[in-house]
């Protein structure tokens, strides 16, 4: 694993908008940053991190499976009580997952660490998938690397085959997000395009227009019923928003399924440390409530086990607490992990982020940061598999 430069292409901004990936820049400051790319060998993704992800998710499974017949765990992942036997249906009918992404330390000088899974909304993916390729794809062309170049990145194809999986007779899917957060509604834009060209019929719904009919269905502004939809709305809001009574008796087939609800929670990490300890691809970690984090000694990371793009995660070194971005979450507690940052590149810290799509790992991000803890800012760079 190496950190490598390049000469970004003059045209890449318009290149982005071309293809609908229109928030490339944040703040003023580029997202998408090809200046930088990371290098990997054939050996490193195939001996670390692909069965890394893979193993992690059996894991995963495994606990879900535990957790939904278990009412003190559902309560210790502040599941709502109304609504666990709707979760735990979920699994036992074996709703199908689309997709979801592992966050993974990796240094290639050891095994990857789990630092956390995005398991319900995972973002990222529409840059993965289409702008790397495309950028691999037009370096290739162009000579710049060498033809044996590749990446580890089938995101796209297997993205369409497991729609075409999940929906084999095609069919009506309502496609739901946030209409004004310009990321969520691109994202979603990208999983529409695909679900069409397996013969899906998308139709997009804003979160705040879904409104309940007479006989208890959730409907669109133009009073179609929601009876198949993907949702790029997390499971712990929408478990606690005021039509969540509605979501036991209006028959939806949400994708992501309610279990992912267990999840997308950082509490399945010291569950997934408690029933495996040591596992190369685990890191130590607690509930904070827990005596057992003393363990961890003065260094460590706190998270809530509900937040988003690093928001309220403390890093604590010989006991001193680093800064953090408030965004009001923890109020439903808060796990400790060992502490390991990022391996630094150049004063840059990369993660990452492992694309499973059903139970196979097909691809991968890296976003990098100034900071070890990955936030709203940092930034998506390309990867390569580097020719041997």
């Known amino acids: 694993m190496r950190r490598i430069t390049f000469e970004p292409r003059t045209d890449w901004r318009e290149k982005a908008d071309a293809i609908g990936f229109v928030y490339h820049d944040t703040d003023g400051a580029p997202y998408w940053d090809e200046a930088t790319a990371y290098g990997f060998t054939l050996a490193e993704i195939e001996n670390d991190i692909e069965p890394a992800a893979e193993a992690v998710h059996q894991l995963c499974l495994q606990l879900v499976d535990e957790v939904v017949r278990n009412d003190a765990l559902m ?49 990222s ?36 085959g497991r729609f075409a999986t999940l929906f084999p007779t095609g069919g009506f899917v309502h496609f739901a ?26 139709k997009f719904v804003a979160m705040r227009d879904i409104g309940v009919n007479a006989t208890g269905h959730f409907v669109d502004a133009d009073g179609f019923e929601l009876r198949a939809a993907f949702k790029l709305y997390p499971w712990e809001h929408m478990l606690r928003e005021p039509y969540a009574p509605h979501l036991l008796t209006a028959g939806v087939r949400w994708i992501e399924p309610a279990w992912k609800a267990i999840l997308s929670n950082k509490g399945i990490l010291p569950l997934l440390w408690e029933r495996h300890p040591g596992h190369p691809n685990l890191l130590p970690a607690f509930f904070a409530d827990d005596p057992a984090a003393n ?56 993660v990452l982020g492992v694309w499973m799509v059903g139970d196979a790992a097909v691809g991968m991000g890296v976003r990098e940061d100034v900071d070890p803890i990955t936030r709203n800012l940092a930034r998506f760079v390309p990867h390569i598999i580097e020719a041997q």
């Open 75 to 123: 309560d210790r992942l502040a599941i709502p009580e109304p609504y666990r036997a709707f979760v735990a249906e979920s699994w036992r009918s074996r709703q199908p997952s689309l997709y979801g992404r592992f966050d993974f330390f990796y240094d290639g000088r050891g095994p990857a660490k789990l630092y956390e899974y995005n398991a319900d909304t995972p973002t």
């Open 125 to 160: 993916v529409f840059e993965c998938a289409t702008f790397q390729w495309l950028w691999l794809e037009e370096l290739l062309a162009s000579g710049t690397l060498s033809a044996e170049t590749d990446q580890f990145n089938s995101l796209f194809d297997a993205l369409r």
């Open 177 to 202: 997000a946030d209409a004004d957060a310009i990321e969520d509604r691109q994202t979603v834009r990208f999983f529409e395009d695909i679900a069409s060209q397996v013969g899906i019929e998308p």
């Open 295 to 350: 363990t961890l000694g003065p260094s460590y990371v706190r998270k809530p086990i509900f937040s988003r793009e690093g928001a309220n995660i403390v890093t604590v070194r010989d006991g001193i607490a680093g800064a953090t971005v408030d965004q009001g979450y923890g109020g439903e507690g808060h796990v400790c992990q060992a502490l390991l940052p990022p391996p630094e590149f150049a004063g840059k810290y990369p």
